[in-house]
């Protein structure tokens, strides 16, 4: 039985999903409307990493915490729901195919539905949304180092770029996605995303008129010709960054909604308050007028507040040995679940500096204690729990067993500290290594791969940012490895390509490989299941004879929320418990 919804990082399906809607360039913006309804209280959650940025398609905003704030603050065609299944929301809009030869989908955005300022969702806001996700414009080359990529983001954009130019509906609210290829994951490759009508007049344009304009009249970008779109790159510069924040802004329409809640307050890298958009009615009505953030990696203090009725509701990330802090809970009338995560935790190497060569790579993987790692991480968290083998499946997935006997992961079983000092011949390669210091678990298993390469010669160097900071620095110049995590959405295979792919949003560490390119081209045209596991395998295995990095176990979910609410129900996706908490409400 094929695998059917593999696992993907939130923002390749919906990347270029939620956009703002932008004001006149004349009078500039208007202030966000915001009102409390009186429908239910307030309840706090206690949240691991610390926002970042209003843009979670961007490679920069792309983090979990700036993920679960985009989805409660915005609306679109569709969502996921805890069993990863695709839930239209035709309040919202209603999107259909039209067409299989050649595959046309029409978007349509109903009327009524607006940004929190007042302005429509519109044609504008879908365009800005389809240039962003799309590539259409770059004409960049990764390998030869020219040309110019515009929008920066994490989603994959070989599935929309197979689309031409999308055609406009007289409606003023519509377009019309058309494939010039098959996509196999059509369903969920696009929705709205930033506001189209703020970007504009962040970017020195008139209006959205202009913004559309420009679009439709720039042209399609041409590698081996390129020449730089002055004003689009002025819009995608501004796309990129113009939303990143750790506070909140004076400015309001950086932080518009169109969902069901509107932020109103932040104190950076401690706290976010979120309350009730009075206008919000496109979508789940949510029960609470008030929601509060505590931003807290430390499981202590998670457990604490929980406790204390500080917090109502915690996803902590609990490590091996840690059970007897839950101690007691249940007997307060709290509720824990455990489960698996459809995401893991990797050791990515990057194809530079100490790594440019093949041979350095594998010395260093052999010296990663996997089983160690593991161990202190995972622990009695989950029994016999044993190294993760695959980049691309997950334990419990069909296809997993297989793939991992003939992938090369067998190399890497157990720590070889005799065979990386041979492939080393005498050097000392100094190892930059990045992870959030503020994850006790990411902290951990960075000491135990430092001490560990040690023993063979390699220098480990410290690189760690704090909470709100290291994903910001993937991509950079700054470390030669990087300790992070993906955690899928459970739909589609674009995962793959946004990571592997040469060139891709969150390709943060110079991959290139291109018979994986040629096969990834091929699965993102592939629409039978079963041929899908087959070329993820051949990928999988390409990708491990590369000496890419190391899987290193897949992830546990833990949620645990009090008496007094009701409606929570973990995801083993992204969004966590956020993914439907319109419907939590105190009992």
Request: net charge negative; hydrophobic share 40%; aromatic share 10%.
């Amino acid at each position: 039985m094929p695998v059917r919804r593999l696992m993907q990082f939130i923002t390749a399906a919906v990347a270029a999903a939620v956009v703002l809607s932008g004001c006149s360039g004349g009078g500039g913006p208007t202030p966000v409307v915001v009102g409390e309804a009186k429908r239910g209280g307030s309840a706090t959650v206690a949240e691991v990493n610390a926002f970042s940025s209003f843009n979670p398609y961007s490679t920069d905003g792309n983090t979990d915490i700036n993920s679960k704030i985009g989805h409660i603050t915005h609306s679109g065609f569709y969502y996921l729901d805890d069993s990863s299944t695709v839930v239209r929301n035709e309040k919202f809009g209603r999107f259909e195919k039209v067409s299989d030869e050649p595959l046309k989908v029409r978007y349509t955005v109903n009327e009524g539905v607006t940004w929190s300022d007042g302005e429509a969702i519109d044609a504008g806001d879908l365009l800005l949304s389809w240039a962003a996700g799309s590539g259409y414009f770059d004409d960049a080359d990764p390998l030869a180092g020219t040309g110019t990529r515009y929008f920066s983001t994490a989603a994959d954009t070989s599935g929309l770029a197979g689309t031409v130019l999308p055609e406009i509906g007289e409606d003023g609210r519509s377009i019309t996605l058309e494939y010039e290829v098959p996509y196999a994951d059509w369903e969920v490759a696009f929705d709205v995303g930033l506001p189209a009508h703020v970007v504009a007049a962040k970017s020195g344009l008139n209006d959205e008129e202009d913004l559309i304009g420009l679009v439709k009249d720039s042209p399609r970008g041409d590698v081996e010709e390129p020449a730089v779109n002055t004003a689009l790159k002025q819009v995608s510069d501004f796309w990129n960054s113009g939303f990143d924040t750790k506070g909140l802004p004076d400015d309001p329409s950086l932080y518009l909604s169109s969902g069901p809640y509107i932020v109103r307050d932040i104190v950076p890298e401690v706290s976010m308050k979120l309350v009730r958009n009075r206008d919000y009615v496109w979508g789940q009505e949510p029960w609470l007028d008030e929601i509060n953030i505590r931003f807290t990696g430390a499981l202590p203090a998670a457990l604490d507040a929980l406790r204390n009725g500080q917090a109502d509701i915690i996803s902590p990330q609990p490590s091996g040995g840690s059970d007897n802090l839950f101690t007691g809970l249940v007997e307060q009338g709290i509720t824990i679940e455990r489960y698996n995560q459809s995401g893991y935790d990797h050791l990515d190497l990057s194809f530079s500096g100490p790594f440019d060569r093949d041979g350095v790579r594998e010395a260093f993987l052999k010296t990663v204690p996997r089983q160690a790692i593991v161990d202190a991480v995972v622990g009695d968290l989950l029994p016999d729990a044993k190294p993760l083998d695959s980049h691309v499946f997950l334990p419990g997935q069909p296809k997993y067993e297989d793939t991992a006997k003939n992938n090369g992961s067998a190399d890497y079983a157990e720590v070889d500290i005799e065979g990386a000092r041979e492939l080393l011949d005498g050097e000392t390669p100094t190892v930059r290594i990045l992870y959030n210091r503020d994850n006790p678990n990411r902290a951990q298993a960075f000491e135990l791969i430092r001490d560990s390469a040690a023993l063979a010669g390699f220098q480990v160097v410290d690189a760690g940012q704090g909470n709100a900071d290291w994903a910001r620095a993937l991509g950079g110049g700054g470390y030669d490895a990087a300790l992070l995590g993906w955690i899928g959405t459970g739909v589609g295979v674009s995962r793959v390509p946004q990571i592997f792919r040469t060139g891709a949003g969150s390709n943060f560490n110079g991959f290139s490989d291109g018979d994986a390119d040629k096969a990834m081209e091929e699965l993102a045209r592939t629409t039978d299941l079963a041929k899908q596991d087959e070329i993820l395998a051949q990928i999988d295995k390409q990708v491990w004879e590369n000496a890419y990095g190391l899987p290193l176990y897949q992830t546990v979910g833990t949620t645990a929320f009090s008496a007094r609410i009701a409606g929570v129900k973990p995801s083993p996706g992204p969004l966590g418990v956020w993914w439907n908490a319109w419907d939590w409400r105190l009992v």
